[in-house]
């Protein structure tokens, strides 16, 4: 399901500010007939120490997640693959733990909050529990399942819940985060 307005072509160059510490992302976003391509770069300080963090999203025409591939400050790239069937494996290894979850969630970049907004395309006042890959990048990519909810409040607007984190976001027309409360806001 796509959300309105979704176009046969979708190209975008999008910079997101953080708002609690030092850092920006960059994104180049691509998504056709044929898929999505998201290639992203983020540099922050979220503790004080700076943090490079590249990663690419590949996903099918309904943006369901196929393909990621996390750097970590340059160091060995890791990949995580999901199958047709919903199963995960990371680097060419089955990662049973996984299976099932829908899409995945990068800390440290409000790009993966459009994955499941574009994929759900929910009506304002409809919500959506998912299981997701969660992907933390420091000290080392760890890659492990949790429980969101995403709940459209209007049409530019969700509740995003994940544990006892909770927050209002503001999306584009695309379902780009343009303002993430006191972690990001996109720049360009």
Do not use: K
Request: one cysteine or more.
């Amino acid at each position: 399901m796509m959300m309105d307005g979704y176009r046969d072509v979708l190209r975008r160059q999008i910079m997101w500010e953080s708002v609690q510490w030092p850092g920006s992302e960059h994104l180049d976003l691509r998504a056709d007939a044929e898929g999505v391509v998201a290639d992203g770069v983020v540099l922050a300080a979220p503790e004080g120490d700076p943090i490079r963090l590249a990663y690419r999203v590949e996903c099918d025409a309904d943006w369901q997640t196929r393909f990621l591939s996390v750097q970590f400050h340059g160091d060995s790239r890791r990949t995580l693959v999901r199958d047709d069937a919903g199963n995960w494996s990371e680097d060419g290894r089955a990662r049973p733990d996984l299976n099932g979850c829908t899409d995945i969630d990068i800390a440290l970049t409000p790009f993966t909050n459009t994955l499941p907004i574009r994929r759900l395309g929910l009506a304002a006042g409809d919500a959506a529990d998912l299981r997701i890959v969660y992907v933390q990048p420091a000290p080392e990519p760890l890659f492990s399942a949790a429980d969101q909810r995403y709940t459209r409040l209007a049409d530019d607007r969700y509740r995003y819940e994940s544990g006892d984190f909770q927050s209002e976001i503001e999306v584009d027309r695309d379902g780009l985060v343009t303002a993430y409360p006191g972690l990001w806001a996109m720049a360009s």
